[in-house]
């Protein structure tokens, strides 16, 4: 570690995440965005670098480069420059520290590298907005690198160079997603590097600066704090509620779906008929590919691995002649798909094997032992979580040959937040269908049901909903019921202004779902402290006063925003 630097009271610490050196040419192979930061910067000094390894890997392959610096006079500045997404897969207890420590998060790409950038956002980004679980940390985005065409265009519409490059449009798109700032680096010149990207950074450091400094004054009051004779206390003005976000419960919630058995489409039985457990297909074919080609969501020929054909063929088969019992279960869409489980073994854990995909799909010790209660034999229990594994595997991406446990020493396979993506707003496996504004909205039962209690009392109860098609939606418009929805399908949230953070948390209250309740205050209220004292006072709103009863009534909130536009 560098050990000359000055003790300073105060630091910033930024983590940088990603390759960005395809993006530009290669004539000085050690030029990065960090070190090109760190070296031309003048509030930069007494820079200092150490390399970092995995004992896992080559000395020639660091996993992160540590530059300690001095800012603003006596600020220590600690940038943890990771050039490697391995982290996330060969350290996962390393990257989940240095998110967890950051003040600053800085993800870097070429924008001529589209593989790399479709990886990254596919397999990364949702690990880095899990760790983040809706924290204030600042991430900035940098699409590092010229675009090699002839006519190169950094327009969000143009499509000129969207077969080989990284788009405009596709950054920021990702940067919506994160909540992050999307910068443009055409090259690592004094411009884009220190006044550009150097400009934004300084002031994500200052901010992080003075909310610390502003956390350490609060600490030193309270030490000393007088016991002697206080003085008169003068009527302070109206502040901001404090809110603090509410942890998400998205794994419980579709947990839980599976104990309650409602919105049930799919039933497994043994091979002599005898029912074993009852499933939804939506959260099935949201995690494996099997399941999408068992239930018809895919063809065999949209399948190219012929081993996932195999399986799902060796392991099931759906039946619907009359042998099976009458079933009184059913939906609108019809009576529950009904499917044999040929493997004895498979079939007898299939009830363990089901809690474990709707608890994430992550918790594979607990999974382990539960089968080791059932079956004695451990070539029968090696061999049934080996086809559990295979069965949630994306095709090409993990070599079936390993067993479970050299698995979980690398980036566990779990259900995302991201899985049911596939599924929102298409008419895949729907089985409802919203009207709204003249429009139609397709939905799934189980995945409202399990997010909503108040969409399952409405589909399970008495009411005509529950044994309807179409539902009518009204007192909210089509994009706020979509951007509800979304948040239910996915566990995120992210409002494109302050007024359709506030359509969306009439909406949240109208069907009592208090955690979105919560994004979308927390929103409001860090949009609101950010504005200029005559903006805020020109939009006529007592905003204090009307998030304080926004958790009464929705009401209360509607009559607020009485003479605002209308909120979509």
Known sequence: MAGSLKPSPMSVNVVAFG???????????????????????????????????????????????????????????????????????????????????????????????????????????????????????????????????????????????RGSCVTASEGIQLAKELGATYLELHSLSDFYVGKYFGGVLEYFMIQSLNQKSSEKMKKRKKSHKCHGVKPPQLEQPEKMPILKGEASHYNSDLHNLLICCQCVDVIFYSEDLKEVVEAHKIVLCSVSHVFMLLFNVKSPADIQDSSIIRTAQTLFAVNSEAVFPVSNRGSPCGPPVRVIVKDSFFCFCLSDILHFIYSGAFQWELLEEDIKKKLKDPGEVELVLEKVKFILITPGKVNSSKNCRSHQTARPLQLCDTSLRLFFNTHVLADVIFQIQGATVPAHRAVLVARCEVMAAMFNGSYIEANSFLVPVYGVSKDTFLSFLEYLYTDSCCPASILQAMSLLICAEMYQVSRLQHICELYIITHLQSMPSRELASTSLSVVSLLRKAKLKSAVLSRCTDGLPVCT
């Open 19 to 161: 390759n960005e050196r395809d993006g530009f040419s290669e004539d000085n192979q050690q030029s990065s965005l960090i070190w090109t930061y760190l070296g031309r910067s003048a509030l930069v000094s007494e820079t200092e670098s150490n390399l970092l390894l995995n004992s896992a890997n080559h000395t020639g392959n660091p996993v992160f480069t540590e530059y300690q610096a001095c800012v603003f006079g006596n600020v220590r500045l600690v940038v943890h420059d990771c050039p490697l997404w391995d982290i996330f897969d060969s350290d996962w207890y390393t990257s989940q520290n240095l998110i967890g420590g950051a003040d600053i998060i800085v993800i870097k790409y070429s924008v001529n590298d589209k593989s790399s950038f479709q990886e990254v956002k596919d397999s990364y980004v949702p690990m880095i907005k899990r760790a983040l679980n809706h924290c204030t940390i600042p991430v900035i985005i940098s699409a590092v690198g010229a675009r090699k065409s002839e006519v190169p265009c950094t327009c969000p519409l143009c499509t000129l160079d």
